[in-house]
């Protein structure tokens, strides 16, 4: 089979997926968009196996030029997606948040997204962003190699929280841990900025029952199921089933995310990994669309 006619066939399924629940379409609050240069250095991480992820094969999906990708999503029905990009030095986010401004110009159905570091200036462009329009902040703690409740991020979290911006933020040990990750650096910011709009991502994996408890403390805390629940994960870092009943009972929390185009299996899959917990139709609009449209006002 081509890959054209692949293509064509997997948003035919998508767009039966959410046709079914009576959606206009789905929110994915996790995709990848960041300056070219920036994402081929990512995908050839991704493509010698590096530590970050754990050492595992991870073939690149969706390996295409930033319009094609952003064709196929808009095939796939997504409504409204996200610019996911992340700094790894001083001096880096500033610049990335003046790409992803230029991209939300240019792309429409992006939600216009920013990114920060603990750095002198933090506070200063992370006002900046916000007044300019961004909607929703990347923070990757893994990547960053930064203990989020650093005191030189303490008055950017307090512009967020202040602004109600909501902050996806990789915080989970997984695919391989960091220096900083797990949940308990994140309570301390919390702790600080209990009206913090958090977006635990990948559903804070592997400390699954951990997230879920600052999830259940915090009412601003959402976890996104980025990766969560998929073939590919369950391998290594199954959730643990015990914990699906409070998983369920924050279902007015929980929001799709899928990591496009950085997945090593098809975009189907994420849903269908969702569709085949049994929580049914009401949740899986819900979290497919509903919950994002609601925080977002889309």
Not at 220 to 239: G, I, S
Request: glycine residues 8%.
């Amino acid at each position: 089979m081509s890959e054209q006619r692949r293509a064509s066939e997997e948003a035919r399924e998508i767009r039966r997926f959410w046709g079914r629940l009576g959606l206009p379409g789905l929110i994915d609050v996790h995709t990848h968009f960041m300056p070219e240069r920036v994402l081929h250095k990512v995908w050839d991480y991704f493509d010698t196996n590096g530590p970050l992820i754990g050492g595992m094969q991870w073939p690149i999906t969706y390996r295409k030029e930033e319009v094609e990708r952003a064709a196929l999503l808009r095939d796939f029905g997504v409504r409204a997606f996200t610019s996911m990009l992340y700094p790894h030095k001083p001096g880096m986010a500033r610049w990335l948040n003046g790409w992803a401004a230029d991209f939300a110009r240019r792309t429409p159905d992006c939600l216009h997204t920013a990114t920060l570091y603990p750095e002198p200036d933090v506070e200063s462009y992370v006002r900046e962003a916000v007044e300019a329009g961004a909607r929703v902040f990347k923070a990757h703690v893994q990547v960053g190699a930064y203990d989020p409740a650093d005191e030189r991020l303490d008055p950017a979290w307090g512009v967020l929280a202040e602004a109600g911006t909501p902050v996806v933020i990789h915080c989970g040990s997984g695919p391989a841990p960091g220096k900083h990750t797990g949940p308990e650096p994140v309570a301390r910011v919390l702790a600080r900025h209990p009206k913090l709009r958090l977006i635990v991502a990948h559903m804070g994996m592997p400390e699954y029952d951990e997230f879920l408890g600052l999830a259940e403390r915090y009412h601003q805390v959402r976890l996104d199921t980025t990766m969560a629940f998929t073939d590919f994960t369950e391998d290594f870092m199954p959730y643990p089933r015990r914990a699906l009943p409070r998983f369920a009972a924050l279902g007015d929390r929980i929001l799709f995310g899928s990591d496009f185009p950085n997945i090593p299996y098809p975009y189907l899959h994420q849903l269908q990994a969702l569709e085949r917990l049994g929580l049914g139709d009401e949740w899986l609009r819900a979290v497919c669309h509903d919950n994002a449209a609601g925080l977002f006002t889309l």
